[in-house]
């Protein structure tokens, strides 16, 4: 059952929290240690992964446990907000503003482990890493993300080094998206989404949204046809949002051709090939003038070769209290997990207020009395001015914030989604962590 007091961080209460915290004068050090091989290999709690969930999980983690018994496997020396690709593919954003170093936002005294993780071995509590080194633990946190997988389609990555293509997924490919949307003259921009779980689903469509209003902006929307093709049956999940996003689609004249997937590109054709998942070997070409593509993505491999995966090789967790099905010191967040929610940023703010939660109640040998509700958001952006904020639980049932109908275009919105979100990441989520 269901706890029915939200179980989420809403944005109205971070601001709030947020106020609190800079009135509060509190004087953050970023001192923390780190190393290529740890010379102390145990751990009461060890964080894989440095993304959002890992780096908020340790911050949470260090005020539980003391920052000495905990640390975090990160190989990047950067770390990216990455739900601001979307509007850097546009040009709205510039991909300096969505990173900072890895050592900023590191939790203070934490160990930064600066190494990639290779195994992990639950029946042991025990992890190796790219150096040789073995860590152990008592608890666990696996935060690795999920993996993309552009070699799935015949022709990439290769076509990225072609003009006219590009990816808001990847830091690598986000510019290319730009320069491809500002070099457009005429025919198809197409834009892709694959045959997989993804995370952010609703930022395939989203890159369309904006690429329409900058044609728009530019003279150049007469010559152009928008195209948008999906592998799913719908448009978006959840019917009140996806009724929104069907009457912009038809107002603003918008091609959408439902359960189409990439399989190949041709960039010297400058052509796309697109499976018809309904009827199956049928596939049609469609040539482009600018292609947006949105990878297949699949789980962690380090995942998906342990024994915490389950069938599909998603991190195998019990959907309320984020522990881990079969070992029980062993919890999970975000992207890496097989929770039936959207892979979203605002879940994993979510998750991070039950796993918190979860720990804190074990430690206690009590039953965990929180549970998460598959909270998730999606601001869908339909301009350079709009979004469409949609926020939604498991069962996909409209869960919204404000007081207001969420399924309409709205400028507030959008300057939550460009301004507003992007500073309580940086200044909230990952250097407060609240406490719920």
């Not at 908020?56 to 990455?82: I, L, T, W």
């Not at 997924?169 to 993804?198: C, D, H, I, M, R």
């Not at 996003?245 to 010297?268: A, F, G, M, Y």
Request: contains cysteine; proline residues 6%.
């Amino acid at each position: 059952m269901i706890c029915p007091q939200r179980t989420r961080i809403s944005m109205a209460s971070s601001w709030r929290r947020l106020r609190l915290c800079h009135s509060t004068g509190v004087a953050i050090s970023h001192l923390h240690t780190s190393s290529r091989a740890s010379a102390k290999q145990h751990y009461k709690m060890l964080v894989l992964g440095g993304g959002s969930g890992g780096i908020c999980m340790s911050a949470r983690m260090k005020r539980m446990f003391g920052a000495d018994n905990v640390a975090v496997v990160e190989p990047s020396e950067v770390h990216y907000y990455q739900p601001i690709w979307t509007l850097v593919g546009a040009g709205a954003k510039t991909v300096a503003s969505s990173a900072r170093p890895t050592a900023s936002v590191m939790p203070s005294g934490v160990k930064w482990v600066k190494s990639k993780v290779q195994e992990i071995h639950p029946d042991k509590n025990s992890v190796l890493v790219d150096d040789g080194t073995e860590i152990s633990y008592e608890y666990l946190i696996v935060a690795l993300g999920l993996q993309l997988h552009y070699e799935k389609i015949k022709g990439l990555p290769e076509a990225f080094e072609h003009p006219k293509i590009g990816s808001n997924y990847s830091v690598q490919t986000v510019e290319k998206t730009w320069k491809a949307l500002q070099n457009f003259e005429e025919g198809n921009a197409v834009f892709t989404f694959p045959n997989t779980p993804v995370k952010c689903a609703g930022a395939p469509q989203k890159i369309m949204y904006l690429s329409d209003a900058y044609l728009r902006k530019t003279g150049k929307r007469a010559k152009a046809n928008v195209i948008y093709n999906t592998s799913l049956p719908v448009l978006f999940g959840i019917k009140k949002y996806a009724d929104t996003l069907w009457d912009i689609v038809k107002t603003r004249d918008l091609q959408v051709n439902l359960r189409h997937n990439l399989i190949e590109v041709r960039p010297d054709k400058q052509e796309a090939v697109f499976e018809n998942l309904d009827k199956p070997g049928e596939t049609k070409v469609f040539e482009y003038e600018m292609l947006h593509v949105t990878p297949p993505m699949g789980p962690s491999l380090v995942v998906k070769g342990s024994p915490l995966a389950d069938e599909n090789g998603w991190l195998d967790l019990n959907k309320e209290t984020l522990q881990h099905n079969k070992y029980p010191n062993v919890f999970g967040i975000g992207d890496c997990t097989n929770l039936p929610t959207a892979k979203t940023g605002a879940a994993v703010a979510a998750q991070s207020a039950i796993l918190n939660r979860t720990i804190s109640k074990l430690l206690k040998n009590q039953k965990p009395d929180k549970k998460y509700d598959g909270y998730t958001s999606c601001p869908l952006v339909t301009s350079y001015n709009t979004v469409v904020l949609a926020e939604f639980d498991y069962n996909g049932q409209p869960l919204e914030t404000f007081p207001i109908n969420q399924a309409k275009e709205r400028r507030l919105m959008y300057y939550m989604k460009a301004d507003v979100m992007p500073h309580l990441y940086w200044h909230g989520l990952l250097r407060y962590a609240y406490d719920q």
